[in-house]
Structure formats: C-alpha cells, structure tokens
C-alpha cells in the first residue's frame, strides 16, 4: 500500500514537473530568440554608463523619425542632426555641417563636414540630407508641416545641400536644423512611405558615436564606435564604451540603485532629491536649491472657452492667487524655481521686457486678486466666502491633474487653497492620465497643469504653444486653452519670421507678445520644471555643474536633449579611478 | 475515459471563447481613445498631418471598421497566432513582446505554486497530528495566507533585501548581465529571482497547510477511520488512509486557486520591477495597448485552461473513483 500511494504520488510530481519544464523550455527559447543578439557575460563596470528616466517601457524601436518613442539615444547616439543646440550660449554648433548660411532671404544652404562616415563604411553626402529632410513629404510624418513653409532640399554638390523657402521661418528652420535626423539614403531610400515613418528599424545605421549593441525588455545596450568622425574632427570622444539605458522602474528603485551606485544617471524626478543631493548620496547641477537647470515651464491652463475663464480680468485674478512660493517650498523641497510672470525659461531672460513686467507682472496677492475680482464684478452675493458668476450663478473650477502625479496632485491642491483665499472656488480631480489627456484635447476641462514645451532656440516655440491659431476640434500639442487672439498670433507669426541673429528685433517682437500676454493671462506660469539629473560618481565624475571648471553642457539623454549638450556631457565625463 | 476528457474539453473549449471574447470587450470598453494618445505623443501640431496619422494608426489597427468585423477578424488573425501590433511598444508584434516576458513569469510561477502546494500539504499533515506543531502552523500559516501578495513582497523585500542586503530587491538580473544561457546569467537571475518566489510562495503555503491540515483531523474522525482504528490497524496505516483522501480536495483546490495566484504573480512582479507579464499589463493598461492588453490577458487563459487540464488528468491518476465512474460510463 505505502509503495503505490508513494508511486502515485510521484506520477503526480511528474506530470506536473514535465508541463513545468515544457513550458519554461518553451517560453525561454522563444525568449532567447526574441531577444538579444548579445554575447554573455557582463559588461565591464568601468566603461559603462548606467542611465535612466527617458524609457518608460520596453524599447520600441530604432527609428529616429519616431523622436517621440524610439529607444533612449537613437536620435542622439545613432543618428545625428545638421546642428547641435548650446542653450548656455543661446547658439548653434555645427555638427554633421560645417557651416549653413543664409545666402538670400529665402535660400538657406548647409556645407557638409567632409569625411564623415556612415556605420557601414558608406560616405554621408549631400543627398542622404536632402533625401531625410524630405521624408516630409510623406503626409503622415510627424514633420509634414515643415514643408507648407520649404519648398525644396536639393544636393546641390557632395557637400552642399540647398533649402528654398515659400515663406522663411527663421526661427522655426535653427528649432529644425538642431531636431531633424539625418538618415542614409542607401539603406532607407528602397523602403516603403510606411516602413519609413512606423518601422522598427532593428539593424540602426548611423553616423553618430555608438552603435546598437543588444536589447532587451527593459533596457537598450548601446556600444562606442571607435571609427566614429567626430574623434578627428571634433577633437571628442564620448567617454563611456557602453551605455546602458534602463527602462525606468519606479522611484523607490532608482533611489536604491543610484544608492548602490548600480546606476550613473536618473533623468527622473525623484520626490525628496534633494535630500539626496545634500547628503552627497548623488550630484546634481547646483549643490544647492534649485538643484537642477530648468527644461520647461509648468502652466496653469485655464479653458477659455467657458465661463468665467474667457474673462481676463478673472485669470488675471486667479494668477495672482496661486501660491507658487508654496509649492516650489513645500510640494518640491525646492527642487524648482518659480516662473517669472511671462513664464520665459532663465535661459531666456534676455527677451523679458523687465519695464513691462514691473508695470503689469502679477505676484501671489490674495488682496490684489480680491480686489481685481471685485471690480470685474464677481460678487460672493450668499456669503458662503466664495464669488458667483455675474450672473449670479454658482462658480465652482475643477483643477484636474493626472492621477499618480504626486508632486503635481500636491501642487493642485495648493493652487485650490490660494484660489480660496482669493474666494474662487477651485477643487482638484485626479482622473487617468489617458482620459485627462483626451478629455484636454477636446477642451472638456475647466484647469489643468501643463508643461509639454520644452527648452528650445527661441521664444518662439513657447508663443507658439501659447497663441496658436486657429483652434482645431483636437488640440493635441499647443493652446489647449483654446484661447483665440488673432493680433497676438500675427505677433507671434512676425516673430518666427526674425532672423536669428537679430536679437533686436527679436527683443521687440517679444516684447510686443509679452504686452498682451501679461494682460490677456491666457495661461497662468507657475513653475520652471528641472531638467531632472540626478548622478553617482562611483563610476563616472567630471559631472555638469556650476562649479569653476566644471562642464555646462545640459546632462540629459531626454529626447531631443543629446543634441541640446547630452551628448557634450558623455564626453566630459572621466573615470572615477 | 474518451467520454470523460471530450466532456472536459468541450468545457474548456467553452470557457476559452467566453475568455477570449471578454477579453477583447474589456480593452475596447475602457475610457480613452489610444490612437489619439499616439497621435498626441508623436506632438503633431498641423491638423492635416495629425488627421492622416491618425487615419493610417486607425486603418493600421482596424479601429475604423464596425465593432462587429473588428471582432470576427481578431479571431481569424489570433487563430494564425497574430495577436496584432504592441501601441506601446509599437511597431513590435504583441507575441514577440509577451514571448519576452513570458519565461520570467512561468519561472516564478510555476515553482511558487508547485513547491507551495507539495510543501504546504506536507506541512499541513504534520501538524494535523503534532499539538506542538499545530500551535504554531496554524496561526502562522493564517497569518500568512491573509497577507496580500504585495504587503508580504514590500516587507520581504525591506528585510532582506534593503536591511540585510542579501537580495536584489529589483528587476529580473542585474544592469550589468545580459541574458544569455552561461554561468553568470543563470546565477544573477536565480539570484533575483528569490524574493520575488518567496512573496509568492509564502502566502500560498499558509492556505494549503492550514486545508490540509483541517481536511487531514476531518478525515481521522470519519467513520472508516473509526472502523479501522476499532479493527485494530496501526496508526500509521491509518494516517496514510486519511492523507490520500484528504488531498483530493487540495487538488481541486490547486485548480480553484491557479487564477488567484496568477493574481498575486502579476502584483508581485510590479513590486520588483520583474520584467514579466504582470509589469506588461500595468504598462499597457496605462498606455492604453488593447492588443499587449489582449495578448496578455490571452496568455494567461490558456495557461490557467492548460493547467486546469493537467489538474483532471492528475485527477485521473490519483483519485480510484474517477477510474471506476468512467469505467462504468463506458461499459
């Protein structure tokens, strides 16, 4: 009898332990061959750099037309642009150009460097620039509108590539030449219009530094090439030989990894940073308050299509009730800086108008935006201690924030406190940030927070954000207010059409925009976002910092920011030992 | 035994489109619009560019046809093995992806709930017939069988991990390995591996050592346990007859249990950022990728179909009655 049951028992064990190993055999097979095309073992901790904060998910793809959700340093690492983009001196550097001039007032022509190789051996020419400006043309590519404005990107020799405009947007053509990759012809030209704007683009050939290594689920392995052109010609080589960019876990994990000194560097905020910071567990740009550069502005964006918010004597009001002061202290320990009242980045404190700002800017009043609702007739006419409508109607503001946000759930309910004490009556929603983003686009929202322009070249791009015209049925990426001021876009337009190098002008077209932005208020600044970099010196020092002798650059492998002094900063770096 | 498993099969074959439809209901229910999230993340700021990028992303995931034939082809496509194209992780199909993450979560299922269920009965037996025992395995084991999966994973890893430092408290290797069959890899991953397969074995092992043991003093004070002791059998004969029946019930109660714990499986990997399925499905449902959503949710059917499978056929194997019923039925 024991030996049966025992033998029953055992087919039992068996059975199960045969389903188990032919599924794990199974599933890791596939996984190995769905995976990696990388050798074993680990990569020397010396000569790696750890970063995270840009990825959010697995590596999608490869392809940097997709600026938006290709993996961390396609366009950057892989694939390089005309131009780089130094915010700290406010200029272009020539990158994969040697130059690029103006030769009228509608021509605008590159001089290529020569020598530059693409990954392949293959030389970069003329053409492959003229062929990747003019992926525009596809209609659904992202950068379609770039060609209602160029009318033509022609080789005209091996090194010279000619740009004829309809219509001469300087200051939107340095935003491109700085953004917009430059592929090889030879590999994209026999793909299809689809292949070329949603492929995954697996086997990534470019000019730049590094070369795709292997991936995974949750992180891409990048590898230096050391034949890459900018060793001779720009006397520059990105220090670490592999860059390993980690699909970014959550907060609670980077902290212990960067304590570790598992990880170089976190481009993620991370609530208490700068307890972080000032106990020397990691570095970050100042060593003090506001810790980190500022990448982009956080507004308050009121839905002027309904009432009372169409009103600029209202949000004139409730801008002067928000207690910015509190949340950069109490929500974000610092960690941020205060906008200025036209909300223009530091970088860009050359175009505020100081005359204007100390005439109409607004502060945190509670009195004065009392005061400023008063005379616009807002009257709390049942004395629950808030206004009404004017026409006597209940006014109650719902102030909506992705859900999960914390530091700006927390910012929310601070502004909702400051709205009260002015008597506006503001609540605080937190949906899913997929139904608010939807909902935005759609203009069914009374207030949101909003930060998605980032640090650019110009003004221009925040007016842009700002003053678009005309309001669609979706807005997907600029005035999601919907605030309609015909004079003001025409300023704005008339701006995009100064030249670059005309700071004067610039200056005044600016200033003329600020006027009517510093009545009008259609959108309320609170806050200068950081440019989130949090580093360990464990590995890697010679970090960017304000430190006498330390680099400038900007230390970010953001999208769009390796070309904005994230690649300057991997060949600052030095070795620790 | 033919009538028997066609039965059974016919039952799962049942249940597995029930599943599948629901599972494709649920996505295209939910609030949100994930083409327009795409469009909006590609920052498309000409209207007539956004409205063809959005024509081609609704045509490229057949949003723009009746729910009806969205329907009828996601079944025609997932009977070749398509399981469409990845949102988030776009362009990459949703099979690669799921393929992907597939060996960790079988890895950390499969032992938990296997090493759980063998390690809990025997305990639970244990203690059925020692009082010293019994004392401590009960309140310990309804302690931890009321423990949610990720309470007992943020203190496990706490103590072991952050305090003693003996495990990696994140992710399934360490930054510096890549995967590959060496050495190196296999112990890197078994070494994270641990806490994650403890969180989830622990609350497992509360609940069958607590049924086995009560199904174990439920079986030793039924009449035939009686009969054979007053015959005069020796104890242990009668211990063994007890145990063979009494794990029947845990058998059933594995099958019951495997939806749960794939549950916990999933909520425990997003604790230690385990690059699993469960990870995947928080990532989609947040980005909105009906088909990551779907093809995961689809995985997870057809394992907990499968091993509800195996379960009858082991039900087969260890109970005699079933044997005897289907030997009747066909005679």
């Given at each position: 009898m024991g030996t049966r049951t025992r033998l029953r028992v055992t087919t039992a064990l068996a059975v199960f332990t045969l389903a188990a190993t032919a599924c794990t055999g199974g599933g890791s097979g596939a996984g190995g061959t769905g995976g990696t095309a990388g050798k074993g073992g680990s990569l020397p901790r010396n000569e790696t750099l750890y970063t995270t904060g840009?990825?959010?998910?697995?590596?999608?793809?490869?392809?940097?037309?997709r600026n938006w959700d290709?993996?961390?340093?396609?366009?950057?690492?892989?694939y390089e642009t005309l131009f780089h983009f130094d915010p700290d001196e406010g200029k272009l550097t020539p990158w994969l150009a040697e130059s690029g001039s103006w030769?009228?007032?509608?021509t605008y022509e590159v001089k290529l460097r020569t020598g530059i190789t693409w990954a392949d051996g293959k030389p970069l020419t003329a053409k492959d620039v003229a062929y990747s400006y003019g992926l525009?043309?596809?209609?659904?590519?992202?950068?379609?509108?770039?060609?209602s404005w160029l009318s033509d990107a022609k080789a005209?020799?091996?090194t010279t590539v000619r740009f004829t405009f309809k219509e001469a947007r300087y200051q939107e053509w340095d935003y491109t030449l700085y953004g917009q990759p430059v592929v090889p012809e030879h590999i994209w030209?026999?793909?299809t219009d689809e292949d070329v704007l949603n492929?995954?683009?697996?086997k990534p050939v470019g000019t730049g530094a590094y070369k795709l290594r292997s991936k995974t689920q949750d992180r891409v392995v990048w590898e230096r090439?050391?034949?890459?052109?900018?060793?001779?010609?720009?006397?520059?080589?990105?220090?670490?030989r592999y860059i390993v960019d980690v699909s970014n876990p959550s907060n609670e994990v980077v902290i212990g990894q960067l304590g570790q000194g598992q990880l170089d560097l976190s481009n993620n905020f991370l609530p208490g940073a700068s307890s972080l910071i000032k106990s020397k567990k990691v570095v970050s740009?100042?060593?003090?308050?506001?810790?980190m550069l500022s990448a982009n502005t956080a507004w308050l964006v009121p839905?002027?299509?309904?009432k009372p918010m169409d009103d600029a004597a209202f949000r004139r009001a409730l801008a002067a009730s928000v207690d910015t002061g509190k949340i950069v202290k109490g929500v974000y320990g610092e960690l941020v800086k205060p906008a200025s009242p036209t909300g223009l980045l530091p970088q860009w404190?050359?175009?505020?108008?100081k005359a204007l700002i100390a005439e109409k800017g607004f502060t945190h009043d509670p009195a004065a935006a009392k005061k400023e609702l008063a005379e616009a007739?807002?009257?709390?006419?049942?004395?629950?201690g808030f206004v009404e409508n004017k026409d006597g109607s209940a006014l109650s503001l719902k102030l909506a924030v992705p859900s999960g946000w914390t530091d700006w759930m927390e910012a929310a309910k601070v502004i909702a406190a400051g709205a009260k004490d002015a008597g506006i009556k503001v609540t605080t929603e937190f949906p899913d940030q997929n139904a608010l983003n939807e909902r935005r686009g759609k203009g069914d929202f009374d207030l949101v927070i909003n930060n998605e322009r980032q640090l650019s070249n110009t003004p221009w791009t925040y007016y842009d954000y700002i003053f678009q015209l005309?309001?669609?049925?979706?807005?997907?990426?600029?005035?999601f207010g919907r605030y309609e001021n015909e004079e003001a876009w025409k300023l704005v337009q008339k701006l995009g059409g100064?030249?670059?190098?005309d700071t004067a002008g610039m200056k005044a077209a600016v200033s003329k925009i600020q006027d009517i932005q510093l009545t009008e208020m259609p959108l309320i600044p609170l806050w200068y976002n950081g440019l989130w970099s949090q580093s360990t010196?464990?590995?890697?020092?010679?970090?960017?910092?304000?430190?006498?002798?330390?680099p400038k650059a900007a230390p970010a492998l953001w999208r769009n920011w390796l070309e904005m002094g994230g690649f300057e900063t991997l060949t600052q770096l030095k070795p620790a030992k | 035994m033919r009538r028997y498993f066609a039965r059974k099969l016919l039952i799962y074959g049942l249940t597995f489109v029930v599943a599948v439809t629901v599972n494709w209901m649920i996505p295209r229910f939910m609030p949100g619009d994930p083409v327009s999230a795409m469009v909006a993340r590609a920052r498309v700021s000409q209207p007539e560019a956004a409205e063809a990028m959005r024509t081609y992303y609704n045509n490229l995931f057949g949003f723009d046809e009746p729910l009806w034939q969205q329907y009828l082809h996601f079944w025609g496509a997932l009977l070749q093995g398509d399981f469409g194209i990845s949102i988030f992780v776009f362009p990459t199909p949703v099979g690669d992806v799921l393929l992907d993450a597939l060996p960790y979560t079988l890895g950390l299922m499969i032992p938990a709930v296997l090493l759980s269920w063998f390690v809990g009965n025997w305990i639970g037996a244990l203690s059925a017939r020692r009082k010293v025992l019994d004392n401590t395995v009960l309140p310990a084991g309804y302690l931890l069988t009321a423990m949610p999966y990720m309470w007992i994973a943020v203190i496990l890893a706490w103590a072991?991990?952050?305090?003693?430092?003996?495990?990696?408290?994140?992710?399934?290797?360490?930054?510096?390995i890549q995967p590959g069959w060496n050495g190196d890899f296999v112990l890197d991953a078994l070494h994270h591996w641990v806490l994650p397969f403890l969180s989830l074995f622990l609350v497992a092992l509360g609940g069958w050592a607590i049924g086995m043991r009560n199904m174990i003093i439920y079986e030793l004070e039924s009449d035939y346990s009686s009969y054979l002791s007053a015959l005069g059998a020796p104890q242990r004969l009668i211990r063994r007859y007890a145990f063979r029946n009494a794990v029947l019930p845990q058998v059933t109660g594995l099958a019951l249990q495997l939806g749960v714990l794939v549950a916990g499986a999933l909520v425990t990997e997003i604790v230690f950022a385990y690059p699993g399925l469960g990870s995947l499905i928080l990532a989609a449902i947040q980005n909105q990728d009906f088909f990551l959503l779907q093809g995961a949710f689809l995985f997870i059917v057809i394992g907990v179909l499968i091993a509800n499978f195996l379960i009858d056929i082991v039900y087969v194997v260890v109970d005699p009655r079933t044997r005897t019923g289907m030997a009747g039925g066909t005679s």
């Open positions: 840009t990825q959010w998910g697995p590596p999608a793809n490869y392809n940097p037309l290709h993996a961390t340093g396609t366009k950057g690492l892989v030769t009228d007032d509608k525009g043309k596809i209609e659904a590519s992202a950068f379609h509108s770039l060609w005209v020799d091996d030209g026999s793909r492929g995954v683009n697996d090439r050391d034949d890459w052109w900018g060793t001779k010609a720009l006397s520059m080589t990105p220090a670490p740009y100042y060593d003090k308050a506001p810790y839905n002027t299509t309904k404190e050359q175009f505020e108008d007739g807002y009257k709390d006419t049942n004395g629950d005309p309001v669609q049925k979706q807005q997907n990426t600029v005035n100064v030249k670059t190098d010196t464990g590995t890697w020092t010679n970090w960017p910092s304000d430190a006498e002798g330390a | 072991l991990g952050a305090k003693a430092g003996w495990f990696p408290i994140s992710g399934g290797y360490s930054l510096d």
